[in-house]
């Protein structure tokens, strides 16, 4: 039997939360509601709810007026503020800052009919004033403490500045680095994705307390595999890709408690994932037991009719709803169209019902009904914003996340003492760039730039020129970056300064919002005339030590070939120089390793290492006969692969070893090896544990990453690493079309990186 709130008592009862003197009358009954569950709560709530009401739950408008200046008369901004007072929106985006929020909050809970509080979302990606890497390179510090840390600095900082819910994390896995969006997400391996989402979900949400917001995992599901890495175009993948690859960071983070989901832009089957009952009602709601609520992307309701699925927006609010989309974002196809689809019969007032209860659920987890001013404190948010542990926190990150590609000569570290260091590039001197993508409420110039980071080591003599521009006039956020391709009027200047050095810095890569969504890239070279001035230079001076900034893997053989040392700096954010200079003189020892495949070209592209072997297997053996996988002027290689990252400590491998030759159903073996750091400086090193299923029902990868741990060996020391291997690390979604173990015999790798060959035989049996 549910529980009904009576409806005086109920409106009394959130009155309370605002100190309106009736509440004070009943103090009593609202301790004892507060007490009962949740979906008691939630019930009591609908009970009193109109058809209309309900719906409104399930609309979500953009920040639509000045909210300090007067209400809007007329127009689209007019109309969402009525429906703000008749209580007609359930959530509202891009809306920051306390004042402001407080300012609308009071609406929906002083001005309308039931007091029911709004949810405010932000894309609180990595970061919100003060900003982390981009995730691609905290993924690359496989380091589920420091990552799940960046999440806290940013869901801390939002809270403080009124927001309850951010729109991550995104862990789509991605194997094309053309596509912009790499750079928000966690790689090409699903393993390593969803140990990263199950972190940043933990990071963000946390208990749930005053410096904590709601997740929202995206997007569900497929859309990093736009066809030719183009940002919404078509997605064209098997059940067994879907399953396997893709799916599996998605039911991570739902295990981990994640309040929201967000569906994608794409279509999955000819079905756009907004209209998509398979992925949402089936998979996510039936078969996992999501609890949450699945809020649509930015408009992606209305283009649906674009698709062709239907053919108009009243039509596609009645996919989305019967699909199992119980938020809409900006579309306006619910609240304009979905009561009437009710009365039509074309969509069941039970749909309505339980969207609105997941709605009312995750505000209810949020604390909102209790207090809808919880994330309204301008004391706390002053007190909040920038402080110096959090200028700390991401520090570290960026730190941890910067990997050490190649390291020739000895040339890294530099010297402390006594040498002539020229720092080449536009990048070098930016404090813009290194912030990245998706970071809209951080302010423009406020990272520290590798110039300035490396101008804090004083006793070497630092020389800089620019060389050339990256990105040529204001490079504004929601617009095309404009690229240099023809000014090298800055090329002497450069060239000059390097010629007399003893070690040349190059700063060159991507212009931060080069990436991101939208910035998809045919080509994967380093952007314009760069890769001129970095020829220029190396003409006069080889001690180069390229220093890449970029959101994606780049193409970049001839740098691979002839510089000497190569870091991949990524767009660290805040602290960017400051890590990357601390990386360079040696005062943190890079330990990253890479989440993505670096191509040797972009006829490669899609590039991943855990592909299958095909019936002409592809390696890079050359043999006599042309009939078989591979390019005909390119290896098959990847020019950096997946796992590689290299340190000042030299780890060597050895003595691999199984506690058995085979375990059977609800046994397992121990995996054990030798890690020796064989240098005279301390370090990390990420142990990577890779399987092959050798024969299966369906074909298998040729390697799968299952475990890995990141172990600290001090200069000298041999560790042993183990590992266990059971029945979980061998399931896969099978021709049976479920996830279960197979009988059968596989091999374990265990390396610093995906190419690792040091392998041992194994079997299980069922």
Not at 299 to 309: A, D, I, K, N, R
Not at 344 to 355: C, H, L, M, T
Not at 576 to 589: C, F, K, M, R, T
């Amino acid at each position: 039997m549910k529980y009904t709130l009576p409806k005086y008592l109920f409106a009394a009862l959130l009155a309370l939360s605002l100190g309106c003197s009736t509440a004070k009358q009943n103090t009593a009954a609202f301790t004892k509601e507060r007490q009962l569950p949740i979906d008691r709560r939630v019930d009591s709530v609908l009970a009193l709810m109109t058809l209309e009401e309900k719906v409104g739950q399930m609309n979500q408008y953009n920040g639509f007026w000045d909210v300090t200046g007067p209400a809007p008369q007329g127009g689209d901004a007019a109309l969402k503020y009525e429906h703000l007072k008749k209580g007609w929106v359930g959530s509202m985006l891009n809306v920051k800052g306390v004042k402001d929020v407080r300012a609308l909050q009071k609406i929906a809970v002083e001005e309308t009919r039931l007091h029911i509080p709004v949810i405010f979302g932000f894309d609180v990606i990595h970061g919100y004033k003060t900003i982390s890497p981009i995730p691609l390179a905290e993924a690359a510090s496989w380091d589920m403490e420091i990552i799940e840390r960046s999440a806290q600095i940013a869901a801390a900082e939002a809270a403080a500045s009124g927001l309850n819910w951010t729109f991550a994390p995104m862990v789509d896995v991605s194997r094309d680095a053309r596509w912009g969006r790499v750079m928000e997400g966690a790689g090409e391996d699903p393993y390593l994705n969803s140990r990263i989402a199950v972190a940043r979900v933990k990071g963000f949400q946390g208990n749930l307390g005053e410096f904590n917001v709601a997740a929202c995992v995206k997007h569900f599901a497929g859309y990093s595999f736009a066809e030719a890495g183009r940002d919404y175009n078509t997605v064209d993948i098997s059940n067994n890709t879907l399953h396997n690859i893709v799916l599996p960071p998605f039911k991570a983070a739902s295990d981990a408690g994640a309040l929201t989901f967000m569906n994608s832009f794409n279509e999955l089957e000819g079905i756009p994932a907004t209209g998509n009952a398979y992925l949402q009602r089936d998979i996510l709601k039936r078969d996992w037991g999501f609890k949450g609520f699945v809020v649509s992307d930015w408009g992606s309701m209305g283009e649906m009719v674009t698709h062709g699925y239907t053919k108009d927006l009243k039509e596609a609010a009645e996919k989305a709803a019967n699909a199992g989309s119980d938020m809409d974002m900006e579309s306006h196809g619910y609240v304009e169209h979905l009561a009437a689809l009710v009365r039509e019969g074309k969509v069941s007032e039970d749909k309505i019902n339980d969207a609105a209860r997941r709605i009312l659920s995750v505000k209810f987890e949020l604390g909102l009904f209790d207090d809808p001013y919880k994330y309204c404190n301008e004391a706390r948010e002053q007190q909040t914003i920038g402080k110096k542990e959090f200028q700390d926190g991401v520090l570290d990150v960026a730190k941890k996340s910067i990997v050490l590609l190649k390291n020739e000569r000895s040339l890294l570290p530099l010297k402390k003492q006594g040498q002539k260091i020229t720092v080449i590039g536009a990048l070098a001197n930016d404090k813009t760039s290194p912030l990245g993508s998706w970071r809209i409420a951080a302010e423009d110039g406020t990272a520290v730039s590798v110039l300035e980071g490396l101008n804090q080591y004083k006793g070497n003599t630092i020389t800089y020129a620019k060389g050339a521009d990256v990105a040529v006039g204001k490079t504004l956020f929601g617009s095309e970056t404009k690229i240099n391709t023809t000014d090298k009027s800055g090329f002497a200047e450069a060239v000059a300064a390097a010629k007399n050095a003893d070690v040349v810095v190059m700063v060159l890569g991507e212009h931060g919002l080069q990436t991101g969504e939208g910035r998809s890239r045919a080509k994967l070279d380093l952007p314009g005339v760069q890769q001129e001035l970095l020829e220029a230079v190396y003409k006069v001076n080889q001690n180069i030590v390229l220093v890449l900034q970029n959101g994606r893997p780049l193409t970049i053989p001839w740098a691979a070939e002839n510089v000497p040392a190569i870091v991949e700096g990524w767009h660290l954010g805040t602290q960017s120089g400051n890590a990357i200079a601390q990386v360079l003189y040696g005062d943190y020892n890079p330990s990253g390793k890479l989440p993505m495949s670096f191509p040797r070209s972009i006829g490669q592209v899609p590039l991943y290492y855990n592909h299958k072997s095909t019936g002409r297997p592809g390696g890079d053996t050359p043999t006599e006969s042309v009939f078989w996988s591979h390019y005909g002027d390119e290896a098959n290689s990847a020019l950096y692969p997946f796992g590689h990252g290299l340190s000042y400590s030299k780890f060597e491998y050895s003595n691999l070893k199984l506690s058995g030759s085979s375990f059977g159903k609800n046994g397992n073996i121990t995996v054990s090896v030798d890690v020796k750091n064989n240098s005279t400086v301390d370090g990390k090193e990420v142990v990577q544990l890779y399987l092959h299923d050798l024969f299966a029902s369906v074909t298998r990868p040729v390697k799968e990453l299952k475990a890995f741990e990141l172990a600290e060996i001090k200069a000298g020391q041999t560790k042993t690493i183990t590992f266990t291997i059971n029945e979980k690390a061998i399931e896969f979604y099978t021709a049976n079309n479920k996830w279960e173990a197979e009988a059968g015999d596989f091999k374990v790798f265990v390396g610093g990186s995906s190419v690792t060959k040091l392998e041992v035989p194994f079997s299980y049996t069922n």
